[in-house]
């Protein structure tokens, strides 16, 4: 596709509920990236993706938190036993160029709720 | 521990005028600088970035200002419209490294 896709677009999930968000990144990038934003708040780093290589996972904030890339395209978040805290929209971004931090292209994000 | 401190918070300014907005870092390390643009709803997009080589960086009606001694980089947008309205990122990273480290955001009011 012509851009970065994640579905769910909205999530509400219940507190203890298993979630996992999907990101469909533009064919051919080699990066991916995922990054939570809390309300009102910039992106945060959670994990970095080099084909299917997870290289970084420092900001994944819990075990809890878990995210592949099986075959170096598509990624998935997944979020065991949510809580409150994990209310955040979920930004995915993908980069043509490896071991670079510019070049990215975000996605419009997941928007998870957790009640 | 907050690396990129962003101010102001939100900002009004009338159609034509020149909104400003400051980043201030401390991790010498950090080499590139960029400036990010979110409409509501939509993931952030890349408006112009800079290294730290250079003093200042025009693109279009966006223009960044960037002091290396003082660790401080800011926007500026010329002759500003109210397609403008949108929230404001700064961010740095360190060379090396993929991930970056943003600004708590800057809301822009661009009235009519």
């Known amino acids: 596709g012509a851009g970065v896709s994640q579905s769910p677009r909205y999530k509400v999930a219940k507190r203890g509920q298993d979630v996992a968000l999907r990101c469909d990144p533009i064919?051919?990038?080699?990066?991916l990236f995922w990054y939570q934003q809390a309300l009102g708040q910039g992106p945060e780093f959670l994990t970095y993706?080099?084909?299917?290589?997870?290289?970084?996972k420092s900001g994944l904030p819990s075990d809890r938190f878990f995210a592949e890339r099986p075959e170096g395209s598509v990624s998935t978040l997944k979020i065991q036993r949510t809580q409150q805290e994990d209310s955040a929209v979920y930004l995915c971004?993908?980069?043509?160029?490896?071991?670079?931090?510019?070049?990215?292209?975000f996605g419009s994000g997941t928007r998870l709720t957790v009640v | 521990q907050q690396q990129v401190k962003q101010s102001p918070q939100s900002l009004i300014v009338q159609k034509g005028g020149i909104p400003i907005i400051n980043c201030a870092y401390e991790?010498?390390?950090?080499?590139?600088f960029p400036w990010y643009q979110q409409f509501p709803g939509k993931g952030p997009a890349l408006l112009i970035a800079?290294?730290?080589?250079?003093s200042e960086k025009k693109e279009g009606r966006f223009t960044i200002s960037f002091n290396k001694s003082a660790k401080q980089f800011s926007l500026h947008i010329m002759d500003s419209q109210p397609g403008d309205s949108a929230t404001y990122f700064c961010?740095?990273?360190?060379?090396?490294?993929?991930?970056?480290?943003f600004g708590t955001g800057t809301r822009l009011l661009v009235s009519p």
């Open positions: 971004a993908s980069s043509l160029e490896a071991g670079v931090s510019y070049g990215y292209t």
């Open positions: 064919s051919g990038h080699v990066s």
């Open positions: 993706f080099q084909n299917e290589a997870q290289l970084d």
């Open positions: 991790n010498t390390a950090f080499d590139y």
């Open positions: 800079i290294r730290p080589d250079v």
């Open positions: 961010a740095a990273s360190k060379r090396g490294f993929q991930k970056l480290v």
